[in-house]
């Protein structure tokens, strides 16, 4: 069962280089969501399915929120709008959509191999478990991001309204 994770980590490799790589952000941001895709199916194949639906749900979810940001931040308009849409062929569609395949192919064996869910270790993370670790020793460290997060929605408000861009 150590294929599941080493294949999921390879997926994970080759979507990050991707990401680095790439020089259109479009095309970068559908390879970096699949590399969190593919760092969740690591964590179902040790045995953490609670982490792999965080990583999916926060990470994959709040880059998807976070690029609407910018783009509506941005505004290009309709000619921006027009070259975008040429950039994103389908074509272009074809790798993160191969990756993403693999990936669930390897889910739906991960899921039906190991009804328990766990593959490389014996014992499975609960959902109490995490809640207990993070508010018990590392509540520090969820106040404060929490609070980082509330100053960047602050800042990005007052960065993006119109009063704001009038005066620059």
């Known amino acids: 069962m150590e294929f599941a994770f080493y294949l999921a980590a390879g997926v994970a490799v080759a979507a990050t280089f991707r990401v680095i790589t790439h020089t259109n952000p479009v095309h970068a ?70 990756l993403c395949a693999l990936l669930l192919a390897e889910l739906l064996y991960l899921l039906l191999a190991q009804p328990s869910g766990a593959i490389l270790g014996s014992d ?8 207990i670790s993070l508010f018990g020793p590392y509540v520090l460290a969820v106040e404060l991001a929490a609070m980082l997060l509330l100053a960047a929605l602050v800042a990005a408000f007052h960065l993006g309204r119109p009063e704001a861009k009038e005066v620059m």
Do not use: D
Request: hydrophobic share 60%; with cysteine.
């Open 29 to 98: 941001l559908l390879y970096l969501i699949v590399s969190l895709l593919a760092v969740s199916m690591c964590f179902f194949a040790l045995g953490a399915p609670f982490a792999g639906v965080l990583e999916i749900i926060v990470y994959a979810g709040a880059i998807m929120v976070l690029f609407v940001f910018v783009v509506m931040m941005l505004n290009l308009g309709p000619s921006v709008a027009e070259q975008e849409r040429k950039w994103l062929a389908p074509r272009q569609w074809i790798g993160p959509s191969l």
């Open 124 to 131: 499975t993370v609960s959902a109490k478990e995490v809640g």
